[in-house]
Every structure is written in structure tokens, then in C-alpha cells.
């Protein structure tokens, strides 16, 4: 990791495309983000799905992210409704997953003989999702730059195998990397391109927007509609019998049931943001978005990607 | 003899966890290798952020052979006796020993258990250990099974004597051990081969590792009090963060850095906090002003720049940090100076503090009523008590308290002063929490007692209102330690006040048997608050069986007189001679069914020592009266025990049960007299012994 030159990325996009060749390079399928509004990447099914089971699996991605509540109308120099996370998911976890990491801060332009890395206990758990994993938040000369966490239950399953799961908080990460104080000064493109775009000229707007849609304007009346249906329907789907009467075949729904799951996670948080759920009925939300979370695992751990075998079961 | 040298290393392990793991290696695997038979002559452990590390010296190199002898039938047996005895011992009958003895000849079986070489016995027990290790919270990782704190990468096992190091064989799933480790993380990559104690601590420093977390916690203190002291500064001394950042780096660097001049005017408790709690920095205040004005930071490695990066780095997450805190304290400030608080009041309103004992709010009106009811008792104001109960939570909505629930108080204190109240009232804002712990400061202003003591008493007879009381090791609300709270605000302010009347005016109408329950606890909490002061349960069962035993202060004053008293000679001979006189009348009385308690007459007393007696217990009951009167207990106390010569005195002198029955019933009222006396002073039948 010594001796070679290190070289500068230019802009927010560089660092998202050296993430992507770099995790490429060690094996990993690119995904793409899921196309559903999410709280953080982990609610990506290629991560809480895929991390049950016993099929080996190693994805990466980037996912835009969603938490209402933070919305601070694009001035706050740190904070945003709206930002990005760079996801990777490895099961079995490789023995080496710290080296691959430290990998990655380098192929980013962190000259690891110039900074400080260090592995800070930092245990992971989202109620929700009924999950949690031990291992570190990652700082870097003092700024959190990532969470590394060892899965050890998803949806109420232990994970078996292990998987070894890395967030790179992708704003942040950047601005330290560039050196900007405000995410909103920052390069989104090459700054030298013929049309030099910055992080607020693709975001200052939406993040106005969102901002005073969460807080005022999203009509609660309908949101807490939607939730109650987000999760009829998914208890619908899951309510099927796993073989189809049309096709024949065995085919449980677990993911057309997990977006239900995910919409309802995303509206419970909107519902927080307008300020509409007490201290005591937040609890209770939050256990039935979990309920529905632990549907989804139990449906999934029945399917071939979730390492249901049909041999095995004849 | 062999010194053995373990290192299990694995990712990093929790700061917090590190000493506590390192003890447990070497207590787990020093019983496992002591029960087999191998002693050794010391141990030592250590632990880095990335390994715990165990060095025994002078192992046995075999655990000792163990002989047995058993005895067997005799040679002439019958056959099934000797084919028993051969089962059992598991030997042939060649194997066994004819002796003679005084009834023939006997078989005997020597068993032998050989020595086992110390690797089969430490490969074992290091096995069971790693498997077994009583980490708070362990995890799985990859494919296996195996659970340890983090994944456990690698194990080093070695006993080395003058011939050299080898090598103790041993597998845990999958996990070799071997005569190799690795230095630091990035200053010294890749592994090398130890082959003892000293030339592994040797060759970790070379490679940028100091292992004892002691010797590293010495070098960051040394060299920040040097770095501060160079600029004429000097270090915040914070022992939990001292020991916290040396379990977070293998190879300490020291670096000071500047706080921003936008930040130096945030009060210091704010900056020290927010460097604490989410940078782990030490705080480096200005000796003259007592004012922060820089920062230690300790990095983990050293680097071309000197620091320089890594320092800048640092620099600028401390401003975005400092920036969040400098916008909560400023947007305070303004609610503060220029609404004097009132939003935050208004929104605790909203905030539920039980769901069977309603709002924050609901429950500040009941601690400003009960403050105004105990106010007097603590020579506190009432209107400014009143103020300062409805005062002091508002700190709890506002922002900068949000971010960092531990300046809960403090922050208070703070706005208080900025919206001009008075000076009584901002510090009751800060000082009502305590105290906290038992050796936490006690209030001592009156205001601040007071509404401390409001506060205490309204969670305590709140929660006993609903039947939330502790049991066993839960305590969710600590409410064991506001009781003790409540006895040491009591007893540092000397405060005489009936609980049982502050319990009824505290507004949550306990029926009269929850409230004696709740006595009963405060009493409980008083028996373990004065043991550690050195007071006898007993001597305080004889305090709580007189009146008035629902005022904590006056309590404790009898106790200690009595525990004073019965630390004299005089004190521990009444008791003798009391319960003696105690326990004849009792007798009398269950015999004759009457209670004598017609007073004695001392025309009928025979003896010197009885007049004598009366004489003394004459003199005495006034005496002890008028000390109770004003509480003086050592008084009465000293009154009661000068009793002791006469009533020694009259029973050496006297028979109580006399043939007379007019001079038996006399002095047995007599008796009753020294009972009565004494029992107005403390209940000395509790007394033991």
C-alpha cells in the first residue's frame, strides 16, 4: 500500500466511479440503486434480502437515500433529506474485508501514509428491520467515513453465513476527500468540463423543495392511508400459496412483499418528519414496519435465492 | 522450566473491553492449566487494540505423575471379589500387589496416572478458553461458527525455554496457532516470529506496537502535559478518556490543535463535551483565564508531514462539531434572554414523563407545590423555591441539551442567568439533579436543596403511587438512588422534617399503607448508607423502633449517639444490666399476669444499692427528658449509661425475687422503671450480644 502516487479525484461523480471500478476489480456485482425511496442502502433488497440464506453473494452499489427529518432546505453545510450511500455487501465475509476496505479509501485518494484510520467500536441496529451486527464506525483523522458491520440477524434470522457490510456516507466521504466545506460548493462533475456542474446546481432546489414538502405540506391524513395499505398488501402477497395456480410453479412473492415493507418504512418516516407520531405510537410503528420486515425474511429464506433448496425439501 | 507465551489476535477490539478481556484470558486459561497440575511462577497480561496477550513464566514443562494405591480383597477371596476389583481398577491380575497384613495377604492396586507433557494441557485449555470467552457481546463471522469479540485472525502459542522456542500445536476452527504476529496496522504491515516474551514486546516496539496500555496511557498523559505546558496551557485530567483513547491506538501520537477564536466564547462544559463525547479530545485550558483553548488529539501512527494531515483533518471535524454547537447555544441564548424560557416550559407540556404520572410539565407543578411546603424546613425562600422548581427542567427542550443530554443542568444554569433570573434560581437549575452518586457533592443552597428534594421525593412517591417500586436487581428509574439522595440532602442540611407529613402534601395521595411501605424503603436505604458509615444494623433497628422514626435527621442523630454510647464501657454493661433487668421482669410478668408498672416506693427498698438506684434513676428521668426535649441524644445517651454503676451495683447487691412479696413486687416495678427509662431513649432490646 506504499511507494505509489496518489492521485486527487476532481469531483463528487470521480469518487462514486473509483468506488464502483474498485469494487468491480475485487469481485463484486455493480447494482444499481433499487427504484424505490429508501432510509438508508441497507433497505436495498441486494443487502437485507440477500444477507439471509446460504448463498454466497458480494454486491455493490450505490443507493440514493432518504431521511425527511434531516431536510435543512440545502443550508446546513452537512445535512440533506436527500443524499447518497455506497453499499457493499460480501457473504461469507472475506477474512481479509478490513484490507479490501482500506483498498477502497486508497483507490478513492486517501494517502494511508499521510492519515490516521482507525476501527472505533460502533454496534449496528435497525429496529425496523429487525437487524443488527457488530463492528466499528471507520474515522479518518477524527470524521466518521464509513460504517463496517458484521451481520448477525436480519429480519429477526441469524445470518449464516456471515455477511460483511460497508456504508460510505458518499457526501461526506467527498467533501473531506475534495476538501469543501459546504456539500453544497461541491463538484458534482469534472470541474474543468465545459459545462461545470456543483452539488447545488443538481440539488439546492430539490432539497428546498423536499424540505418544505416533509415538514408542512405532505398531507398526513393520506400518508398514514398509505401505510395502513402498504401493509395490508403486503400481508396479502405473503398470504398466497407458494405454488402458482397458473404456472405451476413454486413462486413466492417475497420480494413484491419486501417493497410493500419498504414503502411503509418510507412513509413512517415522512409521518415522523411532519411530527404527526407521539413518543409511544413511534414504538408501535416501528414494530409493525418490523413485523412486516420479519414476513419478508421468513418468505425469502423459503426461495432459491434465499437457499431453499428443492432436494432438500422433497 | 518453559515460560509460555499466548497472543490471540483478532480485528479491533472495543476500547471499553480490552482490560477486562485481558484479565479474563489469564484467569481462564492460569485455573485450566492449575487444575490439571501445571503451576507456574508469574503471569502477566496485556491488551492492544488488536490483541490480548498472556506471558506465564516457569511453567511445569509436565503436569506431575499421580500415584494411586487401592485396596483390594484379600488373595483367598472368591473369584467374583477379585474379578470386581480388577473391573474397577481396569487392571489384569498380574498387574496387582500381594502385601501382607495381619489378616493375610491382601491385593493392592497401584494405579498410576503418567504426567502429561504442558502442550497437550495448554493446546486444551486454550482451546476451551478461546470457545468459551465470556466477551458482553460476541459476534460470528464469514462461514464459521466460532464466536469472539471481532473475527480472531490469528493464534500464537509458544513455550520457550534456553533451547528455543516451540511451537503448541492447536486448532480452533480453522485457526492454526503458530510462533508468528503482525506489528501495526500500517506503519509496520506483515508478520514475523517471535520465540519469546521479551523478544515479542522487543520486536512489537520496533515494529510500532507498545503493548501494556499502561506504559502507552503514561507516554499520551507525558507528552500532552508537555506539549500544553510548552504553551503555557495545561490539560483537562480525564482518567475514563485517558484509558479509553490509549485502547484505541497500538502506537500513540500527541497532537495539540487550535479551536477556532468563533468557538472560544462557547462555555467550557460545551466545548469539553462535544471534543469528548464525539472526538474523544482532550481539553487544554488556559491556566490564568480557565478558559479551553486547545485540543489534544492522539493519532495512531507517525507520518511524513508530522501530523500535519492528519491534525488538519481533525481540526475541521472539531469546527463543523463546534459550528453545530456554537448554532444550538446561540438560538438558546435568544429563547433564553429574550422569552425568559417560557417556549421550553410550554413544550414539556408534550413531553410524557411516565404514562401513569402524565407530563413533564404536570410534574414540574407538583415539585413547585411541594418545593413551597418544604421550602421553610430548609430556610429557603418559598416564591424563589416555587420559581426555581418551574424552572429548572426548561433546559430539557432546549437544543443544545437535545445534542448532548449530559449538560442537562448546567445549560440550564446558563439560560437562566441569560433571562436575568436570580442568582438562587440558576444555580437550583444545575445543582437539583444531585446528587447523583453517593459520593457526588450534596446542595447545600437552600434553594437548590429545596428543590433538589422536591424533585427526589416527587419521583419517589410517584412511582411507589403507581406500584413501580424496585425489585431485586431492577431499578429502571433509579429510584434507590434518589432515596439516598433524599437522606444525604437531609443530613447535610440538617434538616428536621416528618417524611410521612411530606409524603401526603407531595400530591399523589398514597394510601397510609404505601406510604409506610415507602418509609420502610427510605429506612432500608438508611441501613446501607449507615453501615458504610460504620453503624450497626442493630443499633439502627433500636432508633427506627422509637417515635418519630420518619425523620431521617433526628434518626440518624440517635443512631450515632447510641452507636457512640455502646462503644464505651458503661454503654455495652447497660445494655447487659438492661436487658437482665428486662428479661426477670418479663419473666415475673408472663407468671404473675400483671404488669408492673405501679412505680416502686423506696420506703420498701432493704438495700444501699437499691436506694442508690433510686437515687440514680431519679436523677436520671429528668435528665433524659430535657435532653429529648431538644434532641440533644448524647446527652440522654450519657444519662442513660451513667445508670449502669447502680444497676450493676443492685443486682450483685439484691435478689429481685425476694421471699417477701411486697419487696419482690417492689423491686420488680422498680425494674419496670429502669425499663421505661431507658426505652425513652432508644429501643436497646434490638441490641445484639
Known amino acids: 500500500m506504499t511507494g505509489q502516487s496518489i492521485d486527487k479525484p476532481k469531483s463528487f461523480q470521480e469518487i462514486i466511479l473509483r468506488l464502483q471500478s474498485y469494487w468491480a476489480s475485487q469481485g463484486c456485482a455493480i447494482m444499481q440503486p433499487y427504484d424505490m425511496e429508501v432510509g438508508a442502502g441497507t433497505f436495498h433488497p441486494a443487502t437485507t434480502l440477500r444477507s439471509l440464506g446460504s448463498n454466497a453473494w458480494a454486491a455493490a452499489y450505490v443507493q440514493p437515500s432518504r431521511r425527511p427529518t434531516d431536510g435543512r432546505y440545502g443550508e446546513n453545510p452537512n445535512r440533506l433529506q436527500h443524499y447518497y450511500q455506497y453499499q457493499v455487501l460480501i457473504k461469507p465475509s472475506p477474512a481479509n474485508l478490513q484490507e479490501l476496505y482500506l483498498g477502497s479509501l486508497q483507490a478513492i485518494g486517501i494517502d494511508m501514509e499521510l492519515h490516521d484510520i482507525r476501527f472505533v467500536e460502533d454496534d449496528w441496529e435497525s429496529p425496523t428491520l429487525g437487524a443488527w451486527g457488530l463492528g466499528w464506525e471507520v474515522w479518518c483523522d477524527g470524521m466518521e467515513v464509513s460504517q463496517f458491520t458484521y451481520f448477525q440477524q436480519v ?83 405473503l398470504s398466497q400459496p407458494h405454488d402458482d395456480p397458473k404456472t405451476g410453479k413454486r413462486i413466492i412473492m417475497a420480494h413484491p412483499a419486501y417493497d410493500q415493507c419498504i414503502k411503509a418504512s418510507h412513509i413512517f418516516n415522512l409521518l415522523d418528519a411532519r411530527g404527526v407520531i407521539s413518543v409511544t405510537e413511534r414504538q408501535a410503528y416501528i414494530g409493525r414496519v418490523r413485523a412486516l420486515a420479519k414476513q419478508c425474511a421468513d418468505a425469502f429464506v423459503q426461495t432459491e435465492a434465499g437457499g431453499w433448496q428443492p432436494e432438500a425439501a422433497e | 522450566m518453559p515460560d509460555l507465551l499466548i497472543e490471540l489476535f483478532s480485528e479491533e477490539i472495543p476500547a471499553r473491553m480490552q482490560a477486562r478481556a485481558a484479565e479474563d484470558l489469564k484467569k481462564l486459561v492460569t485455573d485450566g492449566l492449575v487444575d490439571a497440575g501445571l503451576t507456574y511462577a508469574g503471569a502477566a497480561a496485556f491488551h492492544t487494540p488488536r490483541r490480548l496477550t498472556l506471558t506465564l513464566s516457569d511453567l511445569l514443562a509436565n503436569s506431575p505423575t499421580l500415584r494411586e494405591e487401592r485396596k483390594g480383597p484379600r488373595v483367598d477371596a472368591p473369584e467374583k471379589a477379585v474379578e470386581g476389583f480388577l473391573r474397577s481398577t481396569g487392571l489384569t491380575r498380574d498387574q496387582l500387589e500381594e502385601r501382607d497384613e495381619k489378616k493375610g495377604k491382601v491385593f493392592y492396586a497401584v494405579i498410576e496416572k503418567p504426567g502429561r ?45 534456553e533451547a528455543g522456542a516451540r511451537v503448541v500445536p492447536l486448532e480452533v476452527e480453522g485457526i492454526v496457532s503458530s510462533n508468528t504476529t503482525e506489528g501495526h496496522r500500517f506503519m509496520a504491515p506483515g508478520r514475523f516470529v517471535v520465540s519469546s516474551f521479551d523478544d515479542y514486546a522487543a520486536q512489537l516496539k520496533r515494529r510500532f506496537v507498545v503493548l501494556d496500555a499502561a506504559e502507552r ?59 469528548k463525547e464525539h472526538q474523544k479530545f482532550f481539553s487544554v485550558k488556559n491556566p490564568k483565564t480557565g478558559r479551553i483553548e486547545r485540543f489534544i488529539t492522539v493519532a495512531n501512527r ?20 463546534l459550528s453545530d454547537a456554537k448554532f444550538f447555544w446561540e438560538n438558546d441564548l435568544r429563547v433564553a434572554r429574550a422569552q425568559k424560557m417560557q417556549p421550553w416550559i410550554d413544550q414539556l407540556s408534550n413531553v410524557t414523563f411516565h404514562a401513569k404520572l402524565g407530563s413533564q410539565a404536570a410534574r414540574i407543578d407538583r415539585i413547585a407545590a411541594l418545593a413551597r411546603v ?43 442567568e441569560a433571562a436575568g433570573l436570580p442568582a438562587e434560581v440558576a444555580l437550583a437549575c444545575q445543582e437539583h439533579y444531585s446528587p447523583l452518586g453517593p459520593t457526588d457533592d450534596v446542595p447545600t443552597a437552600a434553594v437548590s436543596a429545596t428543590v433538589a428534594l422536591a424533585d427526589k421525593l416527587d419521583t419517589l412517591t410517584g412511582f411507589w403511587a403507581i406500584d413501580e417500586k424496585p425489585t431485586g436487581s431492577k431499578d429502571p428509574f433509579a429510584l434507590r438512588r434518589a432515596a439516598l439522595g433524599v437522606i444525604r440532602l437531609l443530613l447535610v442540611n440538617d434538616v428536621t422534617a416528618p417524611l410521612t407529613g411530606i409524603f401526603a402534601g407531595a400530591g399523589h395521595d398514597l394510601a397510609p399503607e404505601v406510604s409506610a411501605d415507602l418509609l420502610s424503603f427510605f429506612h432500608d436505604r438508611l441501613k446501607v448508607h449507615l453501615r458504610d458509615e460504620g453503624i450497626r444494623h442493630d443499633v439502627i433497628d433500636a432508633c427506627l423502633a422509637m417515635e418519630a422514626n420518619d425523620d431521617i435527621t433526628l434518626l440518624v442523630k440517635r443512631a450515632r449517639a447510641l452507636s457512640e454510647t455502646l462503644a464505651t464501657d458503661d454503654g455495652t454493661n447497660l445494655v447487659q444490666g438492661f436487658k437482665r433487668a428486662n428479661n426477670i421482669l418479663t419473666q415475673a410478668e408472663e407468671k404473675d399476669g400483671v404488669a408492673y408498672e405501679f412505680g416502686a416506693d423506696r420506703k420498701f427498698a432493704e438495700d444501699a444499692a437499691e436506694t442508690a438506684l433510686f437515687d440514680a434513676l431519679e436523677a436520671a428521668g429528668p435528665k433524659i427528658a430535657a435532653a429529648l426535649e431538644t434532641q440533644d441524644f448524647a446527652t440522654a445517651m450519657a444519662a442513660m449509661a451513667a445508670l449502669r454503676a447502680p444497676i450493676d451495683a443492685f443486682f450483685e447487691a439484691v435478689q429481685v425475687n425476694a421471699e417477701n412479696e411486697i419487696v419482690r413486687r417492689n423491686r420488680l416495678n422498680l425494674l419496670s422503671t429502669i425499663r421505661s427509662t431507658v426505652l425513652k431513649v432508644a429501643d436497646l432490646t434490638k441490641i445484639e450480644g
Open chain 1, 155 to 237: 429480519g429477526g434470522h441469524d445470518c449464516k453465513p456471515v455477511s460483511g457490510e460497508l456504508t460510505y456516507g458518499l457526501e461526506r466521504l467527498a467533501m473531506y476527500v475534495l476538501g469543501i466545506d459546504h456539500v453544497m460548493d461541491m463538484p458534482f462533475n469534472d470541474p474543468s468540463a465545459a459545462i461545470a456542474l456543483k452539488y447545488g446546481d443538481v440539488f439546492r432546489q430539490t432539497e428546498q423543495e423536499y424540505s418544505r414538502f416533509n415538514f408542512d405540506t405532505a398531507n398526513t391524513e393520506v400518508l398514514l392511508k398509505h401505510f395502513e395499505e402498504a401493509e395490508a398488501e403486503c400481508e396479502a402477497i
Open chain 2, 117 to 161: 507433557p504442558a502442550e497437550e494441557i495448554i493446546a486444551e485449555v486454550l482451546d476451551r478458553t478461546i470457545r468459551n470467552f465470556p466477551w458482553p457481546k460476541s459476534m460470528r463471522w464469514g462461514a464459521g461458527s466460532l464466536r469472539w469479540v471481532r473475527p480472531l485472525h490469528s493464534i500464537l502459542c509458544i513455550l520457550s525455554d
Open chain 2, 217 to 275: 496511557a503514561d507516554a499520551i498523559w507525558q507528552e500532552a502535559t508537555n506539549q500544553a505546558f510548552a504553551c503555557g496551557l495545561e490539560v483537562v485530567e480525564d482518567r475514563g478518556l485517558l484509558a479509553e483513547v490509549s485502547g484505541l491506538v497500538e502506537w500513540p501520537v500527541v497532537l495539540m490543535g487550535e479551536i477556532g477564536a468563533d468557538f472560544l466564547g462557547l462555555p467550557p462544559e460545551v466545548l469539553q463535551t462535544s471534543m
Open chain 2, 302 to 321: 507517525e507520518t511524513r508531514d508530522n501530523g500535519a494531515t492528519i491534525l488538519a483533518g481533525n481540526q475541521k471535524v472539531l469546527s463543523a462539531r
Open chain 2, 374 to 416: 418544604i421550602a421553610p424546613a430548609l430556610g429557603a425562600n418559598a416564591d424563589l423555591a416555587e420559581q426555581a422548581a418551574r424552572t429548572a427542567k426548561a433546559d430539557l427542550s432546549s437544543e443544545m441539551v437535545y445534542e448532548f443530554p449530559e449538560l442537562q443542568g448546567l445549560m440550564g444554569r446558563y439560560y437562566a
